[in-house]
């Protein structure tokens, strides 16, 4: 399994960012795919899950500014993030169960 997470950098508050995570070495279009981040000083957290059939899910504090969504002709998943906050300021990953890549940072800050 190989995840690798593009996408990140510094963003103003109100801003967006489109995060991509381009995966190999397993069959991406039968598998569930979610986002995770981690905040400095902070532990884990769930953002977002797209499963193979197009059903998403999403942590309260995303829905409806942040949007998975999956190509998968491209073996990639998407983060769609909007009207980014400063507390969404973070390591940003995609995963596949409890694997993760290498994560892209994502800083909002004016």
């Known amino acids: 399994v190989q995840l690798v997470e593009s996408g990140g950098g510094l963003v103003q508050p109100g801003g967006s960012l489109r995060l991509s995570c381009v995966a190999s070495?397993?069959?991406?279009?039968?598998?569930?795919m979610s986002w995770v981040r981690q905040a400095p000083g902070k532990g884990l957290e769930w953002l977002a899950t797209?499963?193979?059939?197009?059903?998403?899910y999403y942590t309260d504090s995303v829905k409806g500014r942040f949007t998975i969504s999956r190509d998968n002709a491209k073996n990639t998943v998407y983060l769609q993030m909007d009207s980014l906050k400063p507390e969404d300021t973070a390591v940003y990953y995609c995963?596949?169960?409890?694997?993760r890549g290498q994560g892209t940072q994502v800083t909002v800050s004016s």
């Open positions: 995963a596949k169960g409890t694997v």
């Open positions: 070495g397993f069959t991406f279009s039968s598998s569930y």
């Open positions: 797209a499963y193979p059939a197009g059903s998403t």
